[in-house]
């Protein structure tokens, strides 16, 4: 089965590299006892360093099944229950007077009660805060992180809120109850079981490299700011997609019945759906403890897995069938900045892994249409005019939404500004890019200063946007989703 999706998957990744802009992708698949991979493009544009499956780069979000394996880990071995109030299992009084009760499960399946989503970033040089005193630095402020802490940190628990904080508070759950740091605790009991040797938690002990993300306005990329997160528990692990394979396929073993990192049947209660979700396209999932979980009812095309995104230049798909012993990671190196989400149908790992899942169901296709991989200029070409606006809306991003107060190095990142394809740099203004970035962050983390911002660049920059890729005709600063509270 596996020969026939990965000649499938050599032949079409360069097309959906090109055609989705991204610099590189790379993809590993694997089966209980086999594992594969296929990568195209560059992990870096300047310095032309290929893309490979043994690339490492920041997985945001796939850091979260991490935690809930190792929290499992701990409920195995009786030092807390899947329904222990969480207050048990952490410092007295972390969470601060009247803190709601929550059990590690709410935690586990973003029920919580909290609302913040964003990494918490600082710029690298900043060192990492301990995940115990970052637990009790945010709870004593008790706001967001978003646009300066429009927001408060917590509302009522029980509904679906999907949070890197409540993840980073079930991560402290487990350094405290170990006695022992959180990166070296996942390092020695997830990562070295799995084989995973090129994968590391960034809580400042060590420096990860890897590889470059990009920025992407069309196919004008920039690359991404450097950040650290403080919320290392939930989105702070680097890895590649060989390594994360590794991963999975250890948890299909399991789902077969073998013992690996944690037994069947806490696999079985990480994969058992717990609350809705939200479900683009209108497809029924939920979310179990740590994970995305597809439709039961899809019955032998059951899925389960999770998305994942580190701003502002990588996205990752992961997804486990496991009814048909298969497994699929990819990750590429472009954020489209003009859309801000990047979903899955619209992104090269998405639909890579997306197409191996239907294909090692119904069969890879027998030819292919034919292509040559080539990039094509599908945007707008630089001007001084849309350097600036780019500069506004890596300012706010960075210094608005994540509150970054530290400047990021724009002429570094303006200096490996690249095209992928035809588009001619003769237009590109770093210094109009540098002043951008400095209007934005004049005003941060105000929301509604940024959004003013926004609106006074005219309908120039909204036309601009939309040929960008965005959806609507504005300048797209998600302002509206992360400083308004849900009704």
Known sequence: MLDDVMAALDA???RLAAVTGTPGVAVAVATSDELRTAATGFADLAAGTPMTAGTVAPAGSLTKPVTGLAFLQLVEAGM??????VDDVLPAGLRGPGAAGVTTAMLAAHQGGYYSDIVTA???AAPAEPILDYVRRRHGTGRAVEYGGVLPLETAPGAYSYS???????GGVVEHLTGEPYGRRVGREVFAPAGMAGTSIDDGTGTPGGATGYMAFGDWCLPSPPLRTSAYPGVGMYTSAADFA??????????????GLVGPDSLAAMTAPRVARPSPGGVRSFSGLTLELAD??????WWWGHTAAFPWGFWWEARVWPHRDLAAVAVGNRWDMARFHNPATRSAPGLAVEWTGRWARSGAPAKLPDMDGRPRWTGPRPTPESSRWMGVLVGERTHGLLGVPEPVPVRTLAAGARSLGDGHPDGWDPEAFA???????????DPDALGALGRELGPAAALWMLECGASS????MPVGFYARAPR
């Not at 590794?246 to 013992?259: F, H, I, M, N």
């Not at 005709?473 to 797209?476: G, N």
């Open 296 to 301: 039961p009812d899809l019955g032998e095309d």
């Open 473 to 476: 005709a504005d300048l797209t």
């Open 12 to 14: 079409v990744l360069p």
């Open 246 to 259: 590794r991963l999975l396929q250890s948890l299909l073993r399991t789902a077969r019945g073998d013992r």
């Open 164 to 170: 890197s904080f409540g993840i980073g508070v079930l």
């Open 80 to 85: 807390a229950g899947l329904d222990t109030p």
């Open 122 to 124: 600082v710029a690298p």
């Open 435 to 445: 002043r951008g970035v400095e209007l934005a962050r004049a005003v941060a983390p």
